[in-house]
Antibody
Framework: EVQLQQSGPEVGRPGSSVKISCKASGYTFTDYVMNWVKQSPGQGLEWIGWIDPEYGSTDYAEKFKKKATLTADTSSNTAYIQLSSLTSEDTATYFC?????????WGPGTMVTVSS | DIQMTQSPASLSASLEEIVTITCQASQDIGNYLSWYQQKPGKSPQLLIHSATSLADGVPSRFSGSRSGTQYSLKINRLQVEDTGIYYCLQHYSAPLTFGSGTKLEIK
């Protein structure tokens, strides 16, 4: 059974960084790309970017290029997103989602709250 | 960037009714279009992929269609459990883009 297990909620101070994890199980981690999606409170879905765990290659939406860093650890089948220079605009739920092409499995989401 | 214009923004329909949600792509995306349902506090779930293919375990009352660059999600015989927010996603080219969402409620 495919599962994506995400780390727990985070509270970050303005200007700091947070790192969220997404541990994959039930499939070969390197066979699929991992995407990250942002959902601000009461808002829609925004694609942040993806990482190919096999090669470590990444692609980002323009607005997230200086905000997010995607990495993957094939030894632990875990993908990560680091969010830097936090502002109130980063308060949101962040989802990881597996894709070959479409997003067939999603993690439960990790809520990030930026607060001083 | 490819824009996905989704309509309507909200929809209220009766049980057993047929509802249709559409997404208009700003350029050709072929069949690289999928549909998702999101319930409050939950992650989105795949309903339709490749514009017209039903995802595993999804009830057959859901269907997808394509006419040029317009894509539609149709729900036949609406059920109570179909409430939620529906999104389309184009995965033809990066940056991947979602529609703005359709909130579906039961009258």
């Amino acid at each position: 059974e495919v599962q994506l297990q995400q780390s727990g909620p985070e509270v970050g101070r303005p200007g700091s960084s947070v790192k969220i994890s997404c541990k994959a199980s039930g499939y070969t981690f390197t066979d699929y790309v991992m995407n990250w999606v942002k959902q601000s409170p009461g808002q829609g879905l925004e694609w942040i970017g993806w990482i190919d765990p096999e090669y470590g290659s990444t692609d980002y939406a323009e607005k997230f290029k200086k905000k997010a860093t995607l990495t993957a650890d094939t030894s632990s089948n875990t993908a990560y997103i680091q969010l830097s220079s936090l502002t109130s605009e980063d308060t949101a739920t962040y989802f990881c989602a597996r894709s070959g092409w479409y997003f067939d499995f999603w993690g439960p989401g990790t809520m990030v709250t930026v607060s001083s | 960037d490819i824009q996905m214009t989704q309509s309507p923004a909200s929809l209220s329909a009766s049980l057993e009714e047929i509802v249709t949600i559409t997404c208009q792509a700003s350029q050709d995306i072929g069949n690289y279009l999928s549909w998702y349902q999101q319930k409050p506090g939950k992650s989105p779930q795949l309903l339709i992929h490749s514009a017209t293919s039903l995802a595993d375990g999804v009830p057959s009352r859901f269907s997808g269609s394509r006419s040029g660059t317009q894509y539609s999600l149709k729900i036949n015989r609406l059920q109570v459990e179909d409430t939620g927010i529906y999104y389309c996603l184009q995965h033809y080219s990066a940056p991947l883009t979602f529609g703005s969402g359709t909130k579906l409620e039961i009258k």
